[in-house]
């Protein structure tokens, strides 16, 4: 799906056999009716952020493209999350490319962070052929249930009316040690 520029373990069958019997990792396939594989995606658990997990590792084969895949995959790693008792999922998605982030923003998931030029060139076979630079990412949260009521950090001081503003846009007022 993507010519061999994505995360490296996704080349690997026996690597995500692994992530997944280690726990690390929660797959799921999408197959036609005749067992060919159309698409993959993982939630990711990540033992530094206990509470949240990352919804990623998803490709769509190009021949598959357009049929609702990336939709099914949310919300079904939503779906996942929610039987795990998770506050909530986030998802990075490349800004090169718009299909990756329709499905999530289309399930409520709000942007709350970018990350610029953070991966090297990755080429998305048949839909930026001609990007050239490094890639950012647009990283996107949604609570499972309802957002908590506030949240209490010590905010520095030039940086306390941009925090406030992303986290207001989650749903969330910050209260201010």
Same mark, same amino acid.
């Given at each position: 799906?993507?010519?061999?520029?994505?995360?490296?373990?996704?080349?690997?069958?026996?690597?995500?056999?692994?992530?997944?019997?280690?726990?690390?990792?929660?797959?799921?396939?999408?197959?036609?009716?005749?067992?060919?594989?159309?698409?993959?995606?993982?939630?990711?658990?990540?033992?530094?952020?206990?509470?949240?997990?990352?919804?990623?590792?998803?490709?769509?084969d190009p021949? $598959? *493209?357009? !049929?609702?895949c990336l939709?099914?995959?949310? @919300?079904?790693?939503?779906?996942?999350a929610l039987? %795990?008792? +998770?506050?909530?999922?986030?998802?990075?998605?490349?800004?090169?490319?718009?299909?990756?982030?329709?499905?999530?923003?289309?399930?409520?998931?709000?942007?709350?962070?970018?990350?610029?030029?953070?991966?090297?060139?990755?080429?998305?076979?048949?839909?930026?052929?001609?990007?050239?630079?490094?890639?950012?990412?647009?990283?996107? $949260? *949604?609570? !499972?249930?309802?957002?908590?009521?506030?949240? @209490?950090?010590?905010?520095?001081?030039?940086?306390? %009316?941009? +925090?406030?503003?992303?986290?207001?846009?989650?749903?969330?007022?910050?209260?201010?040690?």
């Amino acid at each position: 799906a993507y010519g061999y520029s994505y995360c490296e373990h996704i080349y690997y069958p026996e690597r995500i056999a692994e992530l997944n019997a280690r726990g690390k990792v929660r797959s799921f396939v999408a197959v036609t009716g005749e067992g060919e594989i159309m698409g993959h995606a993982w939630l990711s658990f990540l033992a530094q952020d206990q509470g949240i997990a990352e919804m990623g590792g998803a490709f769509v084969d190009p021949r $598959f *493209r357009g !049929l609702g895949c990336l939709g099914s995959f949310a @919300r079904i790693l939503q779906e996942e999350a929610l039987q %795990e008792n +998770l506050e909530g999922v986030f998802v990075e998605s490349v800004t090169a490319h718009g299909y990756s982030q329709k499905p999530v923003h289309r399930d409520g998931f709000r942007d709350c962070a970018l990350l610029l030029g953070k991966i090297s060139r990755t080429r998305f076979r048949e839909i930026d052929e001609e990007e050239k630079q490094r890639l950012s990412l647009l990283v996107s $949260f *949604r609570f !499972l249930d309802n957002p908590p009521e506030s949240r @209490r950090f010590a905010l520095p001081s030039r940086h306390r %009316e941009m +925090l406030r503003k992303i986290y207001a846009h989650l749903n969330v007022p910050l209260v201010d040690f």
